[in-house]
C-alpha cells in the first residue's frame, strides 16, 4: 500500500507525522519505507537517522548544439513550447532549466547539430533506520527539476512494503507528481485559517486525482472549528487529532521522534495506522 502524507501548506507537522507513522508501522512487524518526496528540503533523516548505503546521481537529458553543423533555421526553438532553445543569427541559446528533456528539437532538426548530454539535477539516497527501508532525494542547489528527481524517488517504491510518500508541501506540480498512483493520501493540517484555506487547494488536488482522502487534525485545540465544519460538509473523516503539546515541539526541535520522547503518544500513531488499515 502507497500512502502519502501531504498539506495544503508548510509547517503543519507532515515530516512529523509521517516519519512517526513509518516508525510505529516497522515496530508493529510490518515491513515498511519512507520515502522523503520533499526533494528540495528533504528533512526526514534529521529523525529516522537512516545509515546511507547508496547513493548515486539523478541526471536528465538536456540539448547540446553543434554550432559547425547548425544552419539556423530555427525549426528547434519553433517547436519548443517551454523556449528552452532558441536560435538566433548566428549561434543557438539553450536554458537547460528549462528543458523537459523531451528530446523534441533533436528529433526535428534537419542538419542533425543537435545531440542529447546528461545534466546532473540531484541525488537519490538510499539505506535502512533500524527496520525503516530510507529513500530520499536531495535536489541540486539551484536546480528547479524537483518533478523529475521525485519520479526517480517513487521508482524505488517496493510493492512488497508498506510505503510511506512524504511529499512537498503546497498543490504544485512537484506535489502532483508526488501524491499521483499512491492509495491513499493523508493531509495534515491545523484549525487555523490558512490552515482551512491551503486544506481546501489540497482536496480539490486530490479530488482531480481521485484519490481517495482522510484529515489528521495537528495542533487540534488552537485557533476555531471551521476546519471540523468544513470536513463534516464535505464528508471528509477527521482520522486523528493531535492537541498543541509543547513536549512535541521540544522534541521534534532535537530532532526527536515522538513516539521515543512521549511514549503516551504511540497509541495515536498505531491508531493511525489501523484506520489506514496497514497492520
Sequence with gaps: MKIAIASGKGGTGKTTIATNLAYVIAQMGRQVQYLDCDVEEPNGHIF???????????????????????TGCGKCGQLCQYSAIVSLKETVLTFEQLCHSCGGCMLVCPEK???????????????????????????????????????????KINGNEVSIIDAPPGTSCPVIEAVKGVDFVLLVTEPTPFGL?????????????????????????????????????????????LPNDRRIAEAYSSGQMIVEALPEYKKHFVKLAEELEVL
Design 48 to 70: 529516522l537517522r537512516p545509515e546511507v548505503e547508496k547513493t548515486e546521481q539523478v541526471t536528465v537529458t538536456v540539448p547540446e548544439v553543434d554550432l559547425t553543423k547548425c
Design 113 to 155: 547539430a543537435i545531440t542529447e548530454k546528461q545534466k546532473v539535477i540531484g541525488f537519490l539516497d538510499q539505506g535502512n533506520s533500524g527496520d525503516v527501508n530510507f529513500v530520499q532525494g536531495r535536489l541540486q542547489i539551484g536546480d528547479v527539476r524537483s518533478s523529475a528527481l521525485i519520479k526517480c524517488v517513487k521508482q
Design 197 to 241: 484555506n491551503d486544506l481546501r487547494l489540497a482536496v480539490d488536488m486530490v479530488r482531480q486525482l481521485k484519490l481517495p482522502l482522510s484529515i489528521l487534525l495537528n495542533r487540534s485545540d488552537i485557533g476555531d472549528d471551521r476546519v471540523h465544519k468544513y470536513c463534516q460538509n464535505e464528508g471528509i473523516n477527521i482520522v486523528t487529532e
